[in-house]
């Protein structure tokens, strides 16, 4: 198994929703990412899991709340988001967070908060 | 301040010529370089990569690039084909670079359009 699965692909959600995106990869990857992509711009980097300690928070609003449970899974838990949160949010997985390994990216959840 | 530039938005090319992208990066500390292509609706795909040990890196019809002293690179598809149309992000990283150490570091994309 070479790929990063992500859930749901597309979501929609009111700005008092709850909701979770899900990411899971089975390659044995130690370090999990969260990007998130607007369009006709690149990728920008939120968490950053190192064996599944959270590393690095890139300034992120409150309203966006990691966890990872295991070494398999990563989520991104979601509530009161704003119109302006409605992006791609891509999660990537790689060997390890140093040396020069690639990142795996899933296919991303297409988010729309209405 | 962007660390990582890909200048030309867009690139035209016809079947079965030389796609040329472009990537100028401005921190020396940079040590890793990829390419990664994005079709709509779908995550980047790992395409190729570069140590900057190295100056060129050989994959097919695709090709790398690395010029250190410009801090320039570069990615040639030869021949293009119409399924090479796509959004390729150059992204970078640097082992040792404080906190931000191994993050990649994505440019803005260039969108490849190759006509038949």
């Known amino acids: 198994d070479t790929e990063v699965t992500q859930t749901p692909k597309h979501l929609v959600m009111g700005m008092t929703n709850k909701k979770s995106l899900k990411c899971e990869q089975h390659?044995?990857?130690?370090?999990m990412y969260w990007y998130k992509q607007k369009a006709k711009k690149p990728p920008e980097l939120m968490f950053v899991y190192s064996y599944e300690k959270l590393s690095i928070n890139e300034s992120v609003p409150s309203r966006f709340s990691p966890e990872c449970p295991n070494s398999s899974l990563l989520n991104l838990h979601l509530h009161a988001l704003q119109p302006e949160d409605s992006a791609l949010y891509l999660c990537?997985?790689?060997?390890?967070?140093?040396?020069?390994?690639?990142?795996?990216f899933g296919s991303g959840t297409r988010l729309t908060v209405v | 301040d962007q660390q990582v530039k890909q200048n030309s938005p867009s690139l035209s090319v016809q079947e079965g010529r030389i796609s040329i992208l472009n990537c100028d990066y401005t921190n020396s500390m940079f040590d890793y370089f990829l390419w990664y292509k994005k079709y709509p609706a779908e995550g980047p795909t790992f395409l190729i990569s570069?140590?900057?040990?190295?100056d060129k890196n050989e994959d097919g019809r695709f090709t790398v690039f690395l010029n250190k002293s410009a801090k320039h690179l570069s990615l040639h598809i030869v021949p293009s084909q119409p399924g090479d149309s796509a959004v390729y992000f150059c992204a970078a990283s640097a082992n040792n670079y404080g906190g931000s150490q191994g993050n990649l570091i994505f440019g803005k994309g260039t969108k490849l359009s190759v006509k038949p």
């Open positions: 990537a997985s790689s060997q390890e967070r140093w040396g020069n390994y690639g990142y795996t």
């Open positions: 390659m044995g990857h130690r370090a």
């Open positions: 570069i140590s900057s040990i190295k």
